[in-house]
């Protein structure tokens, strides 16, 4: 439970700081605020000695205007890639000559933006604290953050509203700082990939009760970029539907062969590049047909990814979001008890 949290209506009011001029932050409050978590915070205490000067008689730690103003500084020196424990000493410095009375002051004070800040723009706050631990390299936070993000939101927005615009955020910094970052993009994708996986359930067994065949997820051949089919996966065994995911690159061969052996419903096609979008293989998969004369069958196709965008491909769907493609896929299945929406 957040320390913030007051525990009866006789609570005590917030604590003021030394300098008497504004409420002392708990932990909680604090982490929001910068875009940590409380657990960031209280693992700098421990190891750096970046700590409250307050505390309750409970041992709750109440950071001032002063600890705020250092707790800034660490995280904007951290987060332009100086090592924690230097960030560390030369925050406590700084920190060492703020008068109390100033330190409100300091604490709201604009900071020039981090050479290690990213181009975020308008989105959620857990962006912005998402995005901070990625750029420190804070594996432990950006774990902590996402599993927050899934739990409080939901895997579709979750996926869509916190990781999307972060994973982006760092891809342009990437492209736009002559491939520095790039360990930024790796250790943020493999949070996320982590994350997508914890959220996956069991494989759903087919049965003879259920006619329609799987959904098949694919990249396209020479397509690298997998997350987005590791949500659509996570996603749909959380409505408990079939799943086949193959990953990134599937030879052309290999993925025809697979959707004549498993008969699916559906095949999702991921390309994020027009360069990578094979249209004549989308065109063939949405062509196979199977089964006896008279009763044959052939899946629907989806094409998904920003590959795709430009004239429609010829008998094929083409979702624009996670939602969208869980809602078209799910559609295809009306006899099948749906489990909870994702």
Same mark, same amino acid.
């Given at each position: ?29 604090? !982490? ?7 657990? @960031? ?11 409250? +000067? *307050? ?13 705020? !103003? ?14 924690? !424990?230097? %960030? ?22 604009? =900071? ?35 599993? +927050? ?45 982590? @994350? ?55 030879? *052309?061969? *290999? ?10 419903? !559906? ?20 062509? %196979? ?33 996670? =939602? ?6 799910? *559609? ?11």
């Amino acid at each position: 439970m957040d320390d913030s949290t007051a525990h009866g209506p006789a609570a005590a009011p917030p604590r003021q700081d030394p300098g008497g001029a504004r409420p002392a932050l708990t932990t909680g409050a604090l !982490a929001r605020r910068l875009g940590v978590s409380p657990t @960031t915070l209280r693992s700098w205490d421990r190891r750096y000695g970046i700590g409250p +000067a *307050a505390r309750t008689d409970g041992r709750h730690r109440r950071w001032t205007p002063r600890d705020v !103003a250092v707790l800034e500084e660490m995280c904007r020196l951290t987060s332009a890639g100086v090592p924690p !424990a230097e %960030a560390a000493l030369a925050a406590r410095e700084s920190g060492e000559g703020i008068p109390a009375e100033d330190a409100g002051t300091a604490a709201r004070r604009p =900071r020039s933006r981090a050479a290690g800040t990213l181009p975020l723009g308008d989105v959620r706050q857990e962006c912005r604290g998402l995005a901070r631990a990625a750029v420190r390299l804070d594996a432990a936070s950006v774990e902590e953050q996402l599993v +927050a993000a899934v739990d409080r939101h939901g895997l579709v927005v979750a996926w869509q509203e916190v990781m999307v615009p972060t994973l982006h955020a760092v891809g342009r910094k990437w492209a736009s700082s002559g491939d520095r970052y790039v360990e930024v993009e790796h250790l943020l994708s493999w949070h996320v990939s982590s @994350t997508l996986r914890r959220s996956t359930r069991p494989p759903v067994p087919h049965t003879a009760s259920h006619t329609a065949g799987p959904v098949v997820l694919a990249c396209v051949p020479g397509e690298q970029h997998v997350l987005p089919l590791e949500a659509l996966n996570a996603g749909l065994s959380r409505l408990g539907l079939p799943v086949r995911m193959f990953g990134a690159a599937v030879p *052309a061969e *290999a993925l025809t062969a697979a959707v004549r052996r498993l008969g699916p419903a !559906a095949v999702v096609l991921w390309a994020q590049s027009r360069s990578s979008a094979n249209r004549p293989l989308a065109r063939h998969l949405a062509d %196979a047909r199977w089964g006896m004369k008279g009763a044959r069958r052939g899946p629907c196709v989806l094409t998904a990814g920003p590959g795709w965008l430009g004239r429609p491909q010829e008998g094929t769907l083409r979702p624009v979001s996670l =939602r969208d493609a869980l809602d078209a896929l799910a *559609a295809l299945y009306p006899d099948r008890p749906h489990q909870d929406r994702p």
